[in-house]
């Protein structure tokens, strides 16, 4: 459970310099915002997944302004925050039944899909930080050593 709740405190601690740096740079860069949106609707998508309820109606990219990012951003670590205070390692083992946006029907366990969207984030956040540098922006550094130190 330790490497399950560092590796959601640093989700949290990347999200926020992502949006940060996302809210004080110039100019709207559309594409950075776009793949942070997806970032959060995917982490809204899995934790509805992980409380055993229906994700088909919920978007994973979508065009969503970055005043409702900082909002999906705290509620999504509000959620995840309050499902890992509650979870055991025995509750890691346990399978979830879902179907992805395509309708197809999956199992995993909860540490997988935990692992995952702390991995699926981290990749985007990548793909932002590819995006400033384009434009000339310096990228963020949201190493997990970096959050540890």
């Given amino acids: 459970m330790e490497t399950i709740h560092n590796m959601f405190e640093h989700l949290q601690w990347s999200n926020q310099r992502i949006l940060e740096t996302l809210k004080n740079i ?17 982490e809204q998508v899995w934790f509805t997944r992980l409380k055993g309820l229906d994700s088909s109606t919920l978007p ?10 900082v909002e999906l951003a705290n509620q999504n670590h509000q959620n995840f925050k309050e499902y890992l205070t509650g979870l055991s390692n025995l509750d ?8 992805n946006s395509k309708g197809i029907e999956f199992k995993n366990t909860v540490a997988d899909i935990l692992t995952h ?9 990548g ?10 922006f310096e990228p963020i550094n949201v190493e997990f050593i970096t959050f540890r130190r």
């Fill in 117 to 125: 969207v702390a991995l699926h984030g981290q990749y985007h956040r």
């Fill in 127 to 136: 793909q932002i930080n590819q995006l400033l540098r384009v434009n000339d």
């Fill in 60 to 69: 994973i990219w979508a065009e969503v302004s970055l005043e409702a990012c």
């Fill in 92 to 99: 890691l083992a346990q399978f979830v039944s879902y179907r």
């Fill in 26 to 42: 110039e100019g709207e860069n559309k594409r950075a915002i776009n793949l942070f949106s997806h970032i959060l609707l995917a």
